[in-house]
């Protein structure tokens, strides 16, 4: 017996949307924690996105031991952003509740979410608070503020972060929105930029999940192939512009992001690629917290030339 039944007008209006690469070792426990929320679920769509481990046996396990609504689909793009496309294009539910492989979900968090869902505002976008479990540290969790929402102030880096698994979005609002595809990072900013852009919003005081944080991944992803994987995200960055994004907080976010691709090769010691990310930034418009952050950094990087061109060779 359910603690807190949905109306008949909710139950099972969601589709649950999970893309998974070489996820056997954690799927099973994301799976796992919506069982509380099986009144809610229309459909459980596992999309398979190239896996070369036991992923699809352990969903299909899972699909009869959990006793869930689960459908894999299968594709290989190895790209987060077209695997959650391709789920969405085949979900059914009026709710779209995206969630990733590694990551938990809190009892009760779906059912609050559809509940606001549900209000007398109407809104097409619900966030919940979440948690942030950091490899050997204790869980940090992250509330939403209605004031710091709009698209400029996201993308500005001034907002709580909006994570897969907080959200939940009427399905209706997303045709003719979906996730940029065929970027290294940050895909998932510009979604939820253009969704803020266009979406009546309403925020819940329940933490919904528990997002699990990989550093030295984030990091990875940002240097590979840093010139190229720049441009393709910069293009996508620049088209939100169509949505009503005032142009001037798209290129300071290339700035923010420019300086943040430096600073990651500037650690590595890579200071041919910190130099180019840092002209990159130079000769885009900045908020003044990151015109600091860039003079900062190019004091650095001018320093360690400096240094190493007096070593004795």
């Known amino acids: 017996m359910l603690v807190n ?6 139950h099972g209006c969601v589709s649950v949307v ?28 596992v ?19 959990l006793d869930l609504p689960i459908v894999v689909r299968s594709i290989r793009c190895l790209d987060a952003g077209a695997a959650r496309n391709h789920g969405l294009s085949q979900a059914l539910g009026k709710w779209v509740y995206f969630l990733d492989a590694d990551d938990v979900h809190e009892a009760g968090g779906l059912r609050a979410l559809v509940e606001a869902g549900d209000g007398p505002s109407a809104p097409e976008l619900v966030l919940g608070s979440y948690f942030i479990q950091r490899e050997g ?49 940050d895909e998932d900013t510009l979604f ?12 819940i005081d329940v933490a919904v999940m528990t997002y699990n944080v990989s550093l030295q991944r984030s990091d990875d992803r940002l240097v590979h192939e840093s010139r190229s994987s720049f441009g393709r995200w910069r293009e996508s960055l620049l088209a939100l512009e169509s949505r009503g994004i005032s142009r001037t907080a798209l290129r300071q976010r290339e700035a923010f992001m420019a300086i943040r691709v430096a600073r990651i090769h500037m650690r ?15 000769k885009a418009p900045k908020t003044r917290a990151d015109a600091y952050r860039w003079l900062r950094f190019r004091l650095k990087l001018a320093l360690r030339r400096r240094f190493s061109s007096n070593v004795p060779r």
């Open 5 to 10: 039944p949905l109306s008949a007008f909710t």
């Open 18 to 45: 999970i893309p998974a690469h070489n996820a056997a070792k954690t799927i099973r426990r994301t799976l796992a924690s919506l069982v509380s929320e099986r009144s809610a679920i229309l459909e459980c769509i």
């Open 47 to 65: 999309v398979n996105d190239g896996s070369l481990d036991e992923t699809v046996s352990v969903v299909q396990a899972c699909a009869v031991e």
């Open 137 to 185: 540290r204790a869980r940090d969790r992250f509330v939403h503020r209605d004031e710091k929402l709009s698209p400029e102030q996201y993308l500005a880096d001034r907002a709580v972060v909006i994570v897969m698994g907080c959200s939940l979005i009427r399905r209706d609002a997303l045709e003719n929105l979906r996730f940029p595809d065929s970027l290294a990072y």
């Open 192 to 203: 939820w930029a253009a969704l803020l852009a266009s979406c009546r919003t309403a925020i």
């Open 268 to 282: 590595r010691g890579e200071m041919v690629e910190a130099g180019h990310f840092l002209t990159v930034a130079r």
